[in-house]
């Protein structure tokens, strides 16, 4: 009696050299994504460190009117202590990135109503002073203020105005942000 050999069904897979394809293929595609990923992410803590320090300062003038009281706003250390005019923080840097926090003071009682903590890979390069916003109106003290934010390393794929924000305070108080450097034309 002869026996049949049965055929077996043909197995799925890949073979050692195409998954090396493959895998060789990603590897080239994430190096190249890669500076895009980077570059996104610093414009995203550029915007978001932009935005936190508008609502800050909208936010101290407030409520100057709402307390009826003197708000400030100041440059902070890692214990929340406010910085003297051009002192730096634990990093070593003088600048907005050190972290804010926002006072209110009524009738010589301090009372600390928000606070910012750093973030050393933003650069916040504005005023060194405190700025303080008063009732009735939530004026600010003193004159037109301005913040330029910007990464604290820009590499090659994140220089250029595209990459930074300014923002603008008026006398009165109010702010704005806009694309590019306190420099540039807005």
Request: contains cysteine.
């Amino acid at each position: 009696m002869k026996q049949h050999a049965i055929a077996s069904p043909p197995r799925g897979g890949f073979t050692l050299a195409e998954t090396l394809v493959v895998v060789a293929l990603l590897a080239v595609v994430a190096v190249m994504v890669t500076p895009s990923f980077v570059a996104w992410h610093v414009r995203d803590q550029v915007d978001a460190r932009g935005k936190a320090l508008v609502s800050t300062f909208a936010y101290a003038r407030s409520e100057a009117v709402r307390r009826g009281a003197r708000v400030t706003v100041c440059r902070t250390d890692a214990a929340r202590h406010c910085l003297a005019a051009g002192q730096p923080c634990g990093n070593g840097v003088a600048d907005w990135s050190c972290g804010w926090a926002v006072l209110a003071d009524r009738a010589g009682t301090v009372t600390l109503l928000r606070a910012h903590s750093s973030l050393p890979s933003v650069s916040i390069v504005g005023t060194q002073t405190n700025l303080t916003f008063t009732p009735p109106a939530g004026q600010l003290i003193g004159t037109f203020r301005s913040f330029d934010i910007a990464p604290r390393a820009p590499s090659k794929a994140t220089q250029g105005n595209k990459w930074r924000r300014c923002i603008r305070i008026a006398a009165g108080g109010r702010t704005r942000i806009v694309e590019g450097g306190c420099g540039a034309a807005s």
